[in-house]
């Protein structure tokens, strides 16, 4: 990933949360990401880690319309992912895609028990929220032009409680130098 495309995506991120009254705590660790692909318009997203501790942390990401959030899920980690601003589309599955599992799973949505299908779709407008426990697979994508993402969950672990159903798929960019970065992101200690 290009530091210009990096840098351009920061201070998106920046304007849309300064528009919308967000405002980042001091200091705040950024992170920018193309899943390893290339394609940050396609599959991308801006997190910034307000809370990182033992018990618990939060995220607030940005996305723009197109950038999904690939198919994952997590083995340890339980999260709340809240649309700030926007509305955002996330896509759930009881089990890894593509693999035998159940036609239906339930979720709270804005704390109410919710069936849902197996790939089956649920729209998050601003304010609301879906709780995902471990090892449910979701995916997501703003249907708004811009998009603010909330999450609140338990320890997070990038390194080794992200799992991606495509193989492919890196949590960090690789980086190309060609102007100089506004920040160090998370993958740059």
């Known amino acids: 990933m290009k530091r210009t495309a990096i840098n351009a995506l920061i201070r998106s991120a920046s304007e849309c949360f300064g528009r919308h009254g967000w405002t980042l705590p001091p200091n705040p660790r950024w992170d920018v990401t193309d899943f390893g692909l290339g394609h940050w318009e396609q599959a991308g997203l801006v997190l910034v880690n307000l809370a990182e501790q033992p018990e618990y942390c939060e995220k607030l990401m940005y996305a723009r319309k ?28 009881p089990g890894r895609p593509g693999e035998e599992m159940p036609p239906t799973l339930e979720v709270l949505v804005n704390n109410q028990l919710r069936t849902v299908a197996s790939g089956g779709f649920v729209e998050l407008n601003s304010g609301e929220r879906v709780t995902l426990v471990p ?10 032009d811009e998009c603010i993402i909330g999450e609140v969950s338990t320890a997070n672990d990038d390194q080794n409680d992200n799992f991606f159903i495509n193989p492919d798929i890196g949590r960090f960019p690789n980086i190309e130098e060609d102007e100089a970065p506004l920040l160090r992101l998370i993958s740059e200690k």
């Open 135 to 144: 090892n449910v697979y979701h995916a997501f994508v703003p249907l708004t």
């Open 66 to 93: 197109g950038m999904t959030t690939l198919a994952h899920c997590h083995h340890k980690k339980k999260e709340d992912i809240i649309s700030r601003w926007g509305t955002l589309q996330i896509q759930l599955w």
